[in-house]
Structures are given as C-alpha cells and as structure tokens.
C-alpha cells in the first residue's frame, strides 16, 4: 500500500507539470454567513480566452441550504481573476498559487486549495488470465502488433497515440462476453474547442457498442460526453477528471444473445466504471442492429489523444 500511495504522489506532481496552472479540482469551504460554512468543491475549465469557474457545495448538503455558482476568469499575470454574476449576486476572486477565493459584497465567500486528482484504477495490474492487448511500461514504447491500424503512434512514454484522419483502430482479436476491460486514456487540451470538438474518440465494444471519449471536464453532461453511451444514455455522475490526466474506464459486457436466424432474444447489457466511480450499471443497450461477437475499436475523430495499459478478462 505504501508503494502505491508513493506511485500516486509522483504521479499527480507530474500531471501538476502537465496541466495548467490553474485548470483543474479545487476543494474547500462555501461561507454562506458568519455562522454557517458547508464543504464545497469546485472546477475551473480552460476555454481559450477565458476559464469557466463551477463552485458548489456537495451532495450531502440539503438542496436549500446549498450552493452552485458559476463565473468566469481572465489571466492577469500570475493570478486567475475571478467575476461575475451567479445566484443573483456579484462575485468577485482570484485564484493565485494554488489557492482560490471568491466572495460577493453581501459576506458570502468560498475558499479552496486546488487537489491533483487521479483514478484511483490507473496504473491496475493485468490479472493472470487477462488478454493483454497493450502492454504498458512506463519510458518504453508499446508492442502495437495486437491492432490492425499501423498509423498509429506507438510512443516513448508507454501509450499509443491516434494518428488523426488516419482512421480507427481495431484489435486483431474478437469478443463477445466481457468480464474486465480496463483501458486508459489521455485528453489533449483543446481550449479554444466545444462540444463534440473538444478530444473526441469513442471505445467499441464488439465493434458496435461505444462508450463516448471526450473532455467533459466541469460540464453537465449529456448522452453525448464522456461516459455516454452515445445517444443512448448519459452517466449517472460526471467522473472526467481534467485533460491531461490519466483517466481509466473498467467495463463489463454482456454480449447480445442471438437465434440461429441472428434475432436479438436478449439485449446487450454493460457496467461501465469511469475513474473508479460506477456510471452505469447492468444498462440495456437497445440498438437498431446487434452483434454477438467483435473486436475493439479505439475511434479516430481527428484529435491526439493517448492510449495505455489495454487488456481485457473475457
């Protein structure tokens, strides 16, 4: 235990180097007067010539006695300059050194220290009888003779990079009933992207079942952002940590079961874990067209995202 609790702090100072000095899990305490001080956390989200600011108290706080407040932050200098309007109130903060302060003229004010956040899966250790298909080692570039896509990057960090507009990439090997697929992927930030713009590239299962991939970092989500099945529903909770950061899916799949004639007699069902929180669970996929058995398909939608530590428990 004391190896891994060493691994995460190294891990979580390089991902500090990494990220923005600002992006990023903020957690600490909403004073909503003299007397009363709930936990709160908050998001600060990169979008180009601005960061969305997302503070809020947690879930355990009665829904009337809560608070959600949303502004904006302009870099001026070493500090992130926070104002704006929320909740019916002026609000006005900077977050400097790791540290971020908002308050509105009436006293009440929110302080946080910013938290390096990391899956507590990444870096998890292919059990005995797993099917390795990308074979992590930390400084060594990965065997990629288990995928059919040969324009994609196999690089010295350990990861498999998409080659944009090169096309998806497929396992040689085919699946059906999947006990453990653990797969880790990292988003480039896009600042200055939206939406379905912003680090988009989707997991297949059986090459037809897709579990969306994208930076949805501080956003409410709908079924179309990370965790999704896309188009068909959207997670429970928002577990996306912030781009640059390893995060980790763990997904169970229970292939379609088909009759001799290839009707559906039931639907496909999947779990799907995202950086160790439970998004979906045992969820029907009701789809236009079923297959009982596939490969993986990592998808290209045109961005450089990352790759690691791929293997599957069938």
Same mark, same amino acid.
């Given at each position: 235990m004391r190896h891994i609790v060493c691994l995460a702090l190294i891990l979580a100072f390089t991902t500090s180097l990494w990220a923005g000095p600002f992006m990023g899990e903020y957690e600490g305490t909403f004073h909503a007067d003299s007397k009363t001080a709930l936990k709160a956390v908050g998001k600060v989200v990169d979008e180009g010539d601005r960061h969305r600011v997302v503070l809020y108290t947690t879930p355990e706080t009665p829904i009337d006695q809560g608070a959600y407040?949303?502004?904006s932050g302009q870099v001026e200098g070493s500090e992130l300059a926070l104002s704006g309007r929320s909740g019916g109130? &002026?609000?006005?903060?900077? @977050?400097?050194?790791?540290?971020?302060? +908002?308050?509105?003229?009436?006293?009440?004010?929110?302080e946080m220290k910013k938290i390096e956040s990391k899956s507590p899966n990444a870096g998890l250790k292919p059990p005995e009888n797993a099917v390795v298909l990308l074979a992590y080692e930390a400084g060594k570039a990965p065997d990629l003779s288990n995928w059919t896509n040969a324009a994609w990057v196999a690089l010295p960090d350990g990861s498999m990079q998409i080659t944009p507009k090169r096309g998806a990439n497929r396992t040689k090997q085919q699946f059906g009933d999947i006990k453990q697929l653990h797969i880790e992927f990292w988003l480039p930030l896009e600042p200055k992207e939206r939406g379905q713009g912003r680090a988009n590239s989707g997991v297949y299962l059986a090459d037809t079942y897709e579990v969306q991939v994208l930076d949805s970092f501080?956003?409410?989500?709908?079924?179309?952002?990370? &965790?999704?099945?896309?188009? @068909?529903?959207?997670?429970?909770?928002? +577990?996306?940590?912030?781009?640059?950061?390893?995060?980790t899916y763990d997904i169970t799949f229970r292939a379609p079961r088909m009759d001799a004639s290839g009707g559906v007699t039931e639907l496909p069902r999947i779990t799907v874990v995202h950086n160790g929180v439970k998004i979906h669970d045992n969820l029907e996929i009701p789809m236009a067209r079923h297959r009982a058995k596939g490969a993986l398909q990592l998808q290209d939608h045109g961005h450089k995202i990352q790759f690691r530590n791929i293997w599957v428990v069938e």
């Open positions: 407040v949303e502004i109130y &002026g609000w006005k903060g900077q @977050i400097q050194d790791g540290t971020l302060t +908002a308050k509105t003229e009436y006293g009440q004010f929110f501080g956003l409410v989500e709908t079924s179309g952002d990370c &965790g999704s099945l896309y188009n @068909i529903a959207r997670p429970r909770v928002n +577990a996306s940590l912030p781009p640059e950061t390893w995060q």
